[in-house]
């Protein structure tokens, strides 16, 4: 095997545009997850992420409806297209997290959610005769919403991101950020960022999973940037003869794609315009795999107990066994 | 692939954007991960030796691959597979071709197709054990499966001979074959023309399924549409450079004039190249991926009596089925094993039968030696006795006559003593 010079040209380049027409035929799929105490914005900031009416803001139940005492999980799914580019975009809306009085184990709905699916597509995976294109409802990023305190992360806070951190990526971010100074901001980011390393939380983008040096680069400015405070709103306002996006308060408009203003922008580029291939990958290459070797090694210790040592190719011993039986 | 699509549809309002949201750079950022991970396509030709299938490959992907000419005397089919690094701009391929060594050239050519089809299991085989594995890396997998194969034909002008027919049939659901008329420059322009027909209709009459060229994207389908009735490629080999003009040209130079490879009169070259290379070489992947392999995939599962559904037409879990062959297979163990041990008892009964019946015989031989001896024995003591008693017998006679004769002395001597007195 060697390198070889190529005499002229061959086409190998045109591998790159069937490449490309062949994923905008089929299309992308994209599983947001937004976590979060209600009234932090968390629909409205979908809705600005992806310009379009994605979530129904949930309504403030009136003092008769009790608040629910349990964590529901609602997905909705959406076909969005840009420019060719067709995307199935589900946003899974988690109203309950962190409302009740007593939070103990209200992350439990969303790990077996996520868990779920991951079990889904890993039978799909093992049937014998397959779908051409598994359905992927894996849960690719979960967006965990921070109230802007100014202090530190809170217990509730600590425990969810440490328990999801280690199944889904997580990207945290400060929600309302406009009732922060750049001052206070900056102090609430670095101690956050303190905690999450205090805690051994790991956050997306993983340090571990930098492929090579220019990722590493690209990653360290995003570290640095983690959470990223935003403002969400889908109200437009004339601004020096332009319309922006933008909250009009009496003391100024806040306009939430200005980087000046709030962060919004690099959370946008970060989610949808840089890293969504990235989530994606590191969801399959990564998360999954951790959850099948999990899943695969546990029904191989389950076996009756004949064998002593839990087989770590379980599969592929008994398979070749068998073809020597 | 459209139909997947249509379900969505049917599951998910579609929405429209008040805006620019971003990511329609989807495409692009995939296809720029790829290009950091670079590309793998591997190429498998079969054709007899000396037909050019090392010369093709060379000036397909213009550069010199260092092949050896293999001599005709190969006893069976080889398969010699060689991986290089390509790169073209910004792309890597890793290319890997395997060239069939000895093909058509035996007395008995029956086993010749075996071994390729052998070949493309195996690797099938190795992916799907990786695939199967519970600790896998199918991101950093070497992918060894083959994309397409060109089966070179020889350009006798009249139609396909049998071991073409039975090796493409063998082939045609494991991989994307094509077909390519080789040498071409040595058929005229009318009789390639019947050739391509001749051979085309003995394809489809005998239920070869070639390679097509897909016909559902917009963009290409219309070339896709046009090759597909160039088909088989009639090509022309050469890396030599001959002056045409003020250009040099690959070309092939014989008295009566040059052969110019990159011709589209003289020869499908470029055609080729176009379909293989520039045009197809994704979806060539694809269907060996979703086609052949999830093919082959489903029968070996099938084979080790793996099911989806079992009697009852209920799913059946892939890990239950796996745990209830590992109690079959562990019982198996446990069955054989008990039987081992009872003919292993039974052996050794047997074997104590067979010593103790010697005993007994050795036993036998002894009281029966013992029998004769004491009989020697008496026989013996009487023999000593009537002896001992003649030697009595003879004694007491010996005492008796010397008694007497003692007797006789005496009275001789008494005689005598009488006499002395008379006087």
Redesign the interface.
């Known amino acids: 095997m060697g390198g070889r010079d190529l005499f002229g040209y061959v086409g190998i380049e045109a591998v790159l545009d069937q490449m490309r027409r062949k994923t905008m035929k089929a299309g992308f799929e994209f599983n947001i997850m937004v976590v979060g105490q209600s009234g932090l914005g968390k629909s409205t900031l979908v809705n600005t992420l992806f310009k379009s009416k994605v979530s129904r803001k949930s309504c403030t139940p009136s003092y008769e409806e009790k608040i629910s005492r349990t964590v529901h999980l609602k997905s909705v799914s959406h076909i969005i297209e840009e420019k060719g580019v067709k995307m199935r975009l589900t946003v899974i809306d988690t109203p309950g997290f962190g409302d009740q009085i007593n939070n103990e184990n209200c992350w439990d709905p969303i790990v077996k959610y996520i868990n779920e699916q991951y079990e889904k597509y890993l039978t799909e995976e093992l049937h014998i005769t397959r779908k051409r294109r598994i359905p992927d409802t894996r849960v690719h990023c979960c967006v965990y919403f921070l109230p802007a305190t100014g202090h530190r992360l809170r217990p509730i806070d600590v425990e969810f991101m440490k328990r999801l951190g280690k199944i889904v990526s997580i990207v945290p971010v400060i929600a309302k950020a406009d009732t922060l100074t750049m001052d206070e901001r900056l102090d609430f980011k670095q101690r956050i960022r303190q905690d999450l390393q205090a805690s051994g939380i790991r956050v997306y983008p993983q340090k571990e999973y930098d492929e090579d040096v220019e990722d590493r680069i690209r990653n360290d400015k995003i570290r640095e940037n983690i959470p990223f405070a935003v403002v969400g709103t889908d109200k437009e306002h004339q601004v020096n003869g332009n319309k922006v996006l933008g909250r009009k308060t009496k003391w100024g408009i806040i306009e939430v794609e200005n980087v000046a203003h709030c962060e919004f922008a690099n959370l946008r580029d970060l989610l949808v315009r840089s890293h969504l291939q990235d989530l994606k990958d590191v969801t399959h290459y990564i998360h999954y795999e951790t959850y099948r070797v999990r899943r695969l090694n546990e029904s191989n210790a389950s076996v009756s107990g004949l064998s002593a040592l839990p087989l770590e190719n379980g599969i592929t011993e008994k398979y070749e066994a068998q073809s020597q039986l | 692939?459209?139909d997947?699509?249509i379900l969505?549809?049917q599951?998910?309002?579609?929405?429209?954007?008040?805006?620019?949201?971003?990511?329609?750079?989807?495409?692009?950022?995939?296809?720029n991960?790829?290009?950091?991970q670079g590309?793998c396509f591997n190429i498998l030709c079969i054709g007899e030796t000396g037909i050019g299938k090392s010369t093709l490959m060379d000036t397909?992907?213009?550069?010199?691959?260092e092949n050896f000419e293999s001599s005709h005397f190969e006893p069976r089919v080889k398969l010699r597979a060689?991986?290089?690094?390509?790169?073209?701009?910004?792309?890597r391929?890793k290319l890997t071709i395997v060239n069939t060594v000895g093909f058509g050239d035996q007395m008995n050519k029956q086993e010749s197709y075996q071994h390729v089809v052998d070949y493309i299991d195996t690797q099938f085989e190795s992916y799907l054990?990786e695939e199967?594995?519970?600790?896998?890396s199918?991101?950093n997998y070497h992918d060894s499966r083959i994309h397409a194969c060109l089966y070179f034909i020889a350009p006798s002008g009249h139609s396909l001979k049998s071991l073409d027919l039975v090796t493409m049939k063998k082939l045609d659901s494991k991989v994307n074959i094509i077909p390519v008329i080789a040498k071409a420059d040595t058929i005229s322009k009318s009789e390639l023309h019947k050739f391509k027909i001749k051979i085309m209709s003995e394809l489809v009459s005998n239920g070869v399924q070639i390679y097509q060229f897909p016909t559902d994207?917009e963009?290409?389908s219309k070339i896709n549409t046009a090759m597909n009735g160039h088909l088989p490629f009639a090509v022309v080999g050469s890396t030599e450079e001959v002056k045409i003009g003020n250009k040099m040209v690959k070309a092939r130079q014989y008295p009566w004039g040059v052969v110019q490879v990159e011709n589209e009169n003289h020869c499908d070259f470029v055609k080729l190249?176009?379909m293989l290379?520039?045009?197809?070489?994704?979806?060539l992947r694809?269907q060996t991926h979703?086609r052949h392999y999830?093919l082959y995939?489903?029968c070996k599962?099938?084979e080790?009596g793996?099911?989806?559904t079992d009697p009852e037409s209920k799913p059946v879990?892939?890990?239950e089925t796996?745990?209830a062959?590992?109690?079959e297979?562990?019982q198996?163990l446990q069955r054989r094993e008990e039987e081992m041990r009872q003919t292993f008892v039974q052996r050794v009964k047997e074997k104590e039968a067979e010593l103790k019946e010697a005993e007994r015989e050795l036993q036998g031989k002894f009281e029966q030696l013992k029998r004769l001896h004491m009989e020697e024995k008496s026989k013996l003591d009487e023999k000593r006795k009537s002896l001992e008693d003649e030697m009595s017998s003879f004694s007491k006679k010996k005492a008796a006559a010397e008694l007497l004769q003692g007797q006789a002395f005496t009275a001789n001597s008494n005689l005598k003593k009488d006499k002395d007195r008379k006087k």
């Open positions: 692939m459209t997947t699509i969505y549809i599951n998910a309002r579609p929405l429209s954007l008040s805006g620019h949201v971003g990511f329609d750079s989807l495409p692009d950022q995939l296809v991960k790829s290009t950091s590309f397909l992907f213009n550069t010199n691959f060689q991986t290089y690094d390509l790169q073209e701009s910004n792309v391929l054990q199967l594995k519970i600790k896998r199918l991101h994207d963009t290409v190249r176009e290379i520039c045009v197809n070489m994704e979806d694809e979703t999830e995939r489903r599962l099938e080790m793996f099911r989806d879990s892939l890990q796996y745990e062959k590992r109690q297979f562990l198996e």
